[in-house]
């Protein structure tokens, strides 16, 4: 009776040992989780280039040159996700965020100059654009977060994914002409215009548990999307032929930014179901 009683208790211990081995292992972040979180976002636009193209054309073409823009504030982002325990100490995560707050750059001045085969810019003319400016909004993250648990309250994590964020250009409403210290402003078609662009996400952070499922967090991110432009055809007024072009004509706009990335730094609170 002994002989066989012996090994059916150490069965039953051996098992129960590793039912309390894996109840440690369980990561306090295993499951679903949702956060908030805000800290500084930084967008950057590299240099603008446009081209302005008429038709009928007379002498009228034109090439606009913008600098490079970084602009920023504090976001607000709104993030759920799922987690898996792969192991002991690993985690594979499945997250999103959304980045709430519109980030506003400061208007710039583009300087106008004559297109190839063009010369109504004469010699010692300058023209510019002033007011243009630039709205990032709706930015939308998806990503994979593989994460490595310190202990059963503590993560450290990275995050790679898609990330997609929308840029408003707000144009200009006039166009200075200045000739020998003399300036005269001419209209110009103004509005705005939206377009969403896409990219890759990377970033960097660590959790941790304050009391039950409540947590707090610090990351960084960075998204580049490439570059940047849009197309358009304005409605040519009358006003217009103060530069050659009549409203029976056409102008097409092309315009490229030469690079789009941002990064934020994060801090806030989650909680983990």
Known sequence: MKSKLAPIVFSSLF????????AYAQSSFAGFYGQ??????????????????????INTDHDISAPSQN??????????????????????????????????????????????GSSSIVPGEVTTSDGDSRQISNRF????????????????????????????????????RT???????????GGSQTDSYGGFLVGLGYKQIITGGLYGFAEGNYMNYGSAGYSYS??????????????AGTRVVNMNISSFNSYQLLVGLGYAF
């Open 234 to 247: 304005p409605v040519l007024q009358p006003s217009n032929t103060a530069r050659g072009v009549t409203p």
């Open 15 to 22: 098992i129960s040992g590793l039912g309390g081995s894996n």
């Open 141 to 176: 993250n998806l990503f994979i977060t593989p994460a490595y648990a310190i202990d059963k309250d503590k993560l450290v994590y990275l995050k790679a994914g898609y990330s997609q964020a929308s840029i408003q250009y707000n144009r200009t409403t006039s166009v200075t």
């Open 179 to 189: 000739i020998n210290g003399v300036s005269t402003k001419y209209p110009a078609s």
């Open 71 to 116: 602009f920023g504030g504090a976001p607000l982002v709104f993030g759920l996700g799922y987690y898996w325990q792969a192991s002991e100490k690993w985690l594979i995560g499945l997250g999103a965020d959304y980045s709430a707050l519109t980030q506003s750059g400061p208007t710039f001045t583009a300087n106008f100059r004559n297109a190839a």
């Open 36 to 57: 908030v979180s805000t800290g500084y976002e930084g967008n950057q636009l590299g240099t603008t280039e446009t081209t302005i193209r008429n038709l009928p054309n």
